[in-house]
């Protein structure tokens, strides 16, 4: 037998070279698709038994969550690649050291470290049964839910973070950290990492302000010490005292200890000046506080979501969850990539009444089975099948059924707190009634149904029963959907579902049911050769090829004369790093912005870059974690798509086989806004409100029917209470600025030294 330093070069060879392919599949020409992770994977491999030299190593989809990160690994043993394992090794063990996380989380650096450490190598003892190959991600994230949003309802900005401490005072960084806005914070019982009744529900007020002070009052029947320049203070029951940037603040009993940061005054400065200076040159930097579409338009647009630390009118006409879950629903289909149980049943307990409830998720299994243990006895789970490598459910969507109809909601958001609380997203919905029970015309079947249908059946969720006030038991499942009338459906769907598309099906999915779609439509010639804008939150393994087969199919169209509209150049939205230094989470905002350098820095790309600006949404410190691609005139719409889907293959799917094929590797679903025949008198439906009409008053004369809806931005200048207009509230600037030489575009992977708005580096 050979000895262990002969074991010890060919074990470290192997797993190098293991650690290579991983890096080159999870984050390269794969495209894994990257997101909101908290849920840790699990790696194992079969054991060793001696009669062979290889073994299959085989993985499953490893997600790593907690705001906007995803580790997708291939199944090699799917593709029948093996590893030869030396005889000598028992397992290798290959670790990944945590990088910063939101507020509210933790990440990992790229596997490169792995490659470049040899201490991230370690052997362990030889007479274990079989070989591991394991990445390690510790992180620790306790819901703060209840807690913050109560702060967020007496918010007006972001201000502070308290991080928690160890007993030796160094930073906890299995705890997160908590978020303190602007006004009374209240501190307590369910801010610290393990259950304290010792400890009041409210310990402690502490009151910050946007000029950088703050203070603290006691509201328990406990005192609370602060340190302070080297001196400890103790505050009893109703006192108060004055803070500043870096006390600590212990709680007692139970020694909780907590540091107080707040930002930089050269930070808070600087962005006060550039929004002082944004005012000054136009009046649309606040055009969001007139957004305000009447209900008829409503259908017609979208809305952002509120977002805490933002002042009052920055939230104008924008929703929340408890905005959609609304009335006396009977069944619900959840669908999305994340889900975070305890903050949803929180956020929003009107979920926790629904008699029928059908999730269906993208979580890893380690995730699944903690949902599956916590999750109400009527909820029902479902995971699509993922029938090619690196494919992800990522489609966000609800489905509600009412006794007076559905309400179909298609959004950008995860369902975990900081999507819905601190990132740039957007929310469309519309109400439909339920179709007259002797109307069986298949011809009144319109675009959307078709669309809805054709997705929902793709899912194959495991049909369950409802009992629907006046209609009995019925059966839930894609078929049930055909029973609405989608007849004023004022958008079409877009969806990607992963497979080997061919023939007609071909044109159903991805950039191709957007191409089909687009080359049906009649445009304004203003918009001949108009440009694009691409804007996402991450970005895939592109090439040039691809990335012109994905503009042709945007590029589609023709104008009233029969011309096509041509090639539009497009523009990627993408923040820059002093974009996510300065935003409202600092660096921690980067997490859900989670591209490696080696997808960013392409030099092809460079020429596309755009900035991310969002003055007039009050969103340019919001980090987008919304998808939208459009085409553009000035602030004129030809057409405009909020979507689940990131800027990569695995999302669009690529043209395969001499372009017979199109390849796709996970679920997407977007809403397409066209212009349309405008309905001065449309069906104004509500499934909440019992006195809204299910019928239109009166039909459409010929002239009204070939009047067009123009789509337009908020800062279009003009009358937006005609009725053709339909302002789409579009978060951020058009025309987009392009990067100057000065702006480097936000790369995960990558350290920076310069700290934030509240004094972090990255990584931390």
Not at 151 to 168: G, H, N, R, T
Not at 716 to 740: A, F, N
Request: aromatic residues 10%; charged residues 25%.
């Amino acid at each position: 037998m050979r000895g262990e330093a002969d074991t010890w070069p060919e074990m470290e060879a192997v797993a190098r070279k293991m650690a290579e392919e991983v890096e080159t599949e999870s984050s390269g020409s794969s495209e894994a698709e990257t997101e909101s992770p908290r849920s840790v994977g699990r790696w194992g491999a079969a054991p060793i038994t001696g009669k062979t030299g290889k073994e299959r190593v085989h993985s499953q989809v490893l997600k790593i969550r907690e705001e906007d990160l995803c580790f997708l690994v291939e199944d090699k043993a799917a593709n029948g690649r093996f590893v030869q394992h030396p005889r000598r090794l028992s397992f290798v063990l290959i670790s990944r050291p945590n990088l910063p996380c939101s507020p509210l989380s933790g990440k990992v650096r790229s596997v490169n470290a792995v490659q470049e450490d040899r201490e991230s190598f370690y052997r362990v003892p030889q007479n274990a049964a079989f070989y591991f190959f394991f990445f390690l991600y510790t992180l620790h994230c306790k819901n703060q839910t209840q807690t913050l949003s109560k702060l967020s309802l007496m918010a007006s900005s972001q201000v502070a973070y308290l991080i928690p401490l160890k007993p030796d005072l160094k930073e906890d960084n299995s705890s997160p950290r908590i978020t303190l806005s602007e006004g009374p914070n209240t501190i307590g019982r369910l801010n610290v990492s393990t259950t304290d009744k010792r400890l009041s529900r409210k310990h402690i007020t502490i009151t910050p302000s946007a000029s950088g002070s703050a203070s603290l009052s006691v509201e328990g029947t406990n005192p609370v010490v602060v340190r302070s320049s080297g001196e400890r203070k103790k505050v009893n029951p109703r006192g108060e005292v004055s803070l500043v940037n870096d006390d600590l603040i212990e709680l007692i009993p139970g020694h909780h200890f907590f540091k107080l940061v707040l930002p930089r005054e050269s930070e808070r400065g600087s962005y006060e000046r550039a929004a002082k200076k944004a005012r000054k040159e136009g009046d649309d930097v606040e055009a969001i506080r007139s957004f305000c579409p009447d209900s008829e338009k409503l259908p017609s647009t979208f809305r952002l979501l509120s977002v805490d630390g933002l002042p009052d009118w920055a939230n104008t006409s924008c929703v929340s969850i408890n905005d959609v879950v609304e009335g006396d629903v009977v069944a619900a289909v959840l669908s999305n990539y994340m889900v975070d149980l305890d903050w949803l049943l929180s956020a929003c307990p009107k979920l926790v009444n629904i008699p029928q409830v059908m999730v269906i998720h993208g979580e890893g299994d380690g995730r699944q089975e903690y949902i599956q243990r916590k999750k109400p006895a009527n909820w029902i789970l479902h995971k699509p099948r993922l029938p090619i490598s690196f494919g992800t459910h990522h489609s966000k969507a609800i489905f509600l059924v009412y006794p007076r109809g559905v309400r179909v909601v298609v959004h950008t958001a995860n369902l975990i707190h900081v999507d819905w609380n601190n990132k740039s997203q957007g929310l469309w919905m519309q109400d439909f009634p339920w179709k007259d029970d002797d109307d069986k015309d298949t011809s009144k079947v319109c675009g959307f149904e078709d669309d809805l249908f054709d997705y929902l059946a793709v899912l194959k969720w495991p049909e369950f029963t409802a009992c629907l006030p006046g209609r009995g038991n019925v059966k839930i499942n894609a078929a049930f959907f055909r029973k609405f009338d989608y007849s004023n459906a004022t958008v079409r769907l877009i969806a990607s579902v992963p497979g080997y598309h061919t023939g007609s099906n071909m044109r159903k999915w991805g950039h191709m049911k957007l191409r089909t779609i687009l080359q049906e439509c009649i445009f304004d010639r203003e918009f001949r050769r108009s440009p694009l804008v691409y804007q996402f939150s991450s970005l895939g393994s592109l090439d040039e090829k691809w990335l012109a087969e994905f503009g042709a199919s945007l590029s589609s169209g023709i104008t009233e004369d029969r011309t096509p509209l041509g090639h539009g150049d497009p523009l990627i939205i993408w923040p820059t790093v002093e974009d996510v230094r300065c935003s409202l989470e600092g660096y921690a905002a980067g997490n859900a912005i989670p591209s490696p350098l080696k997808n960013v820095e392409k030099p092809f790309l460079k020429k596309y870059w755009a900035k991310w600006k969002a003055d007039h949404s009050a969103r340019s410190r919001a980090m987008p974690h919304i998808k939208t691609f459009t085409r553009y005139s000035d602030q004129k719409i030809a057409w405009f798509l909020l979507t689940s889907s990131n800027l990569s293959k695995a999302a669009w799917g690529a043209l395969q086989k001499n372009n017979s094929q199109l390849m796709i590797r996970s679920y997407e679903l977007g809403v397409l806004f066209l212009p349309s025949p405008v309905k001065t008198q449309a069906c104004n439906f509500s499934c909440t409100d019992n006195n809204s009409s299910t019928k239109k008053v009166k039909q459409e004369t010929k002239g009204e029917v070939e009047k067009r809806s123009k789509l337009v931005t908020m800062t279009w200048q003009g009358d937006r209470d005609s009725p053709e207009i339909i302002s789409l509230p579009v978060p951020y600037q058009l025309p987009p600025k392009p990067y100057s030489s000065e702006d480097v575009p936000w790369s995960w992977d990558r350290g920076y030294s310069k700290k934030d708005v509240y004094g972090q580096v990255w990584p931390r």
